[in-house]
């Protein structure tokens, strides 16, 4: 194995799991309630991956304290349906086995709240995957990607940053690995897509998930 890559970490919503329905009906949900109109698909796409927090005053012109509330209504239907309106991509799971079998550290480093995604892992069978899970607190706790990564770091003492991958599909997740000093794969069968990956400076792009095991196959 090549000890580049002793160490994968991996972006959850558009990385591992389509969950675009859930995020998306529990958006419209919370920006009904706010009384805000509701955006057109384009935007709502721009809302997988980035915090809400972020989302709700970039793409709807909330200021932040009506933002703040559009999260609490977010997850008041997130927590109960949305989360379940979600589907890990096929051939995921190949993927997560095969780099277990290499023996690679495998790590979850995801903005959404972490008690969320342990509870997709959970329930789509992938927890046993991954040694390392970390996502956003409830209370803008490691609210960047950047923090996110740094805190999985933090518990990958005996790795270089040379040693780790992140493995994303959006903007943030590159932008993210930058800042902690790390690489990032880009998956354009996500929800940025190859441009948006290339643009942001992903070191690799892989268009599908055939792709990226033999990337992982040959590294």
């Known amino acids: 194995m090549d000890n580049r890559y002793c160490a994968v970490l991996f972006d959850l919503d558009g990385t591992l799991t389509d969950s675009k329905e859930g995020i998306w009906n529990s958006g419209s949900y919370a920006l009904e309630y706010l009384g805000r109109p509701l955006p057109d698909e384009e935007t709502l796409m721009k809302f997988l991956g980035p ?119 959006r903007l943030h997740d590159v932008n993210g690995a930058a800042g902690a000093g790390i690489q990032c794969l880009g998956v354009a069968y996500g929800y940025g897509g190859r441009r948006e990956l290339e643009e942001a400076g992903a070191a690799w792009v892989v268009d599908t998930m055939e792709d990226l095991k033999n990337f992982f196959t040959l590294s």
Do not use: W
């Open 51 to 169: 915090p809400l927090l972020d989302s709700f005053q970039r793409y709807c012109g909330c200021g932040p304290e009506e933002a703040a509330d559009g999260v609490v209504k977010y997850r008041e239907r997130y927590a109960v349906t949305g989360i379940f309106e979600n589907c890990p991509y096929e051939g995921i799971k190949d993927v997560l086995e095969l780099l277990k079998m290499q023996g690679r550290t495998v790590a979850l480093a995801t903005s959404k709240p972490q008690a969320f995604a342990e509870q997709i892992l959970d329930h789509f069978g992938l927890m046993a995957y991954f040694d390392i899970v970390e996502g956003s607190g409830f209370h803008g706790e490691k609210a960047t990607k950047q923090q996110v990564i740094e805190a999985v770091l933090e518990k990958l003492p005996e790795y270089a940053s040379d040693q780790v991958l992140m493995v994303g599909d």
